[in-house]
């Protein structure tokens, strides 16, 4: 049975720890994501937190239902971090574009963490926060809603899936991404144009291209997708005299 979370006014009314630490959830959440940048998410576990933060792994249950309760609220906190300083234009191409790269950001900033929530829903406060103003956008915009629904979709699983491509090759060890990052310029540029004859004409391009996220690329793909599609409502709409 999951752990029963202790309400926020009490747990500030526990003592310091013994180093005069006084717990919250947000220092319990930065602390994870610096245990994740040194050590991966092997090395995160509620013993070595409690340990970083000078208190007894079972007090974290009163700020988290569990390792994975705490999880979730890594991931939101990234999120968090893409929203702080995120201020809207009104030109919602603009603001798509500018949110999405600051949560890709945020994301690459800290690979081990992304790699563990890039694909998790939280329904926390930055989650939703971020979710209803993307859709507050494209409603804005002029996107009636089932396409409103189905490009945010495109752009938060795009914006999600690249963070977690992304991070991925970051968190690798630091001699597998270099052999990574050495086949474009070694395996791919000596192949013969005989027998790869497209490969042999791409490898100057790919072996630059291909060492850079594909993520502002595809974004831009999206956008103009989104915005061809905009324009056909508009179209029909005054064709219709609406």
């Avoid at 804005?140 to 992304?166: E, K, S």
Wanted: overall charge neutral; charged content about 25%; proline content about 5%.
């Amino acid at each position: 049975m999951p752990k029963r979370v202790v309400p926020e006014e009490k747990r500030r009314r526990r003592r310091p720890t013994k180093s005069g630490t006084v717990l919250s959830e947000q220092l319990i959440v930065e602390t994870a994501l610096r245990m994740l940048r040194e050590h991966g998410s092997a090395g995160l576990t509620a013993r070595r937190l409690g340990l970083a933060l000078d208190a007894d792994p079972s007090t974290l249950y009163r700020y988290f239902r569990g390792m994975d309760d705490l999880t979730l609220a890594i991931g939101d906190a990234l999120i968090g971090q893409a929203l702080a300083g995120w201020r809207r234009t009104g030109e919602w191409r603009a603001d798509l574009r500018s949110f999405g790269l600051r949560v890709h950001a945020a994301y690459v900033e800290h690979p081990q963490a992304a790699v563990l929530t890039a694909s998790r829903v939280s329904g926390r406060a930055n989650e939703l926060a971020a979710d209803e103003a993307v859709l507050d956008v494209l409603r804005t915009a002029g996107f009636p809603l089932p396409d409103a629904v189905r490009v945010y979709h495109a752009f938060i699983d795009t914006t999600l899936g690249f963070a977690a491509l992304d991070a991925a090759s970051l968190a690798l060890p630091g001699a597998a991404l270099h052999a990574d990052e050495e086949m474009w310029s070694s395996t791919y540029a000596r192949l013969p144009a005989a027998t790869h004859p497209r490969l042999a004409e791409a490898a100057p391009l790919l072996a630059t291209r291909m060492l850079t996220s594909a993520y502002p690329t595809a974004l831009e793909m999206l956008l103009d997708s989104a915005a061809a599609q905009l324009d056909g409502i508009t179209d029909r709409g005054a064709g219709t005299g609406r």
